[in-house]
């Protein structure tokens, strides 16, 4: 659709994903009055968060560490950050989806989507074992790949203190 919009001259759509795998309830719910299809679970909660991680880190596709261990070596992913969900007491490691390997066309990640996913875990890596300096110089090396970056400018801006640790709390309720 975006590539037939680019060429009417239209601006494309851009939407965020979050994609969690769990056991979810899906169906049928309510009475005779008032039936309605949903989905329900906390499976469902974790996606709409992922979802909303998005729009922090400008990223379009966030998936978590489950999902990624199911899809196993089919994806190329860049570790984005460890988040706390509201009701879970252990951090959940997001990713950012870059491509699928052997997909082909636009979904296989190209050698700068290799070296970014790269340069991204040795600072995620760093980060996670607490080396402030280490996380630093390589969130800036993914900068160097990749200038506008938002996921190593967030990240830059938190080591730096020019941003708040947390721009918004995954674990806040939205209702």
């Not at 975006?2 to 969690?20: F, K, Q, S």
């Not at 469902?44 to 379009?60: C, D, F």
Request: include cysteine; glycine fraction near 10%.
């Amino acid at each position: 659709m975006n590539a037939g919009w680019r060429a009417d001259e239209a601006p494309p759509m851009r939407l965020r994903v979050g994609i969690h795998s769990d056991s979810v309830l899906v169906g049928n719910v309510g009475s005779k009055e008032r039936m309605s299809y949903t989905v329900l679970g906390d499976g469902v909660n974790i996606a709409a968060r992922l979802e909303a991680l998005n729009k922090e880190y400008g990223t379009l596709i966030c998936i978590s560490h489950d999902t990624f261990r199911e899809a196993g070596d089919r994806l190329c992913v860049r570790p984005v950050d460890e988040v706390s969900v509201k009701g879970r007491r252990a951090r959940i490691t997001v990713y950012e989806l870059l491509g699928a390997y052997e997909a082909g066309g636009e979904l296989e990640p190209d050698a700068a989507d290799l070296a970014l996913a790269r340069a991204t875990r040795a600072a995620f890596d760093a980060l996670v074992a607490g080396d402030r300096a280490g996380a630093l110089a390589g969130y800036r090396a993914v900068l160097d790949l990749r200038p506008e970056d938002p996921v190593a400018r967030v990240h830059v801006g938190r080591l730096t203190g020019e941003v708040p640790a947390r721009l918004a709390e995954v674990a806040r309720d939205d209702s």
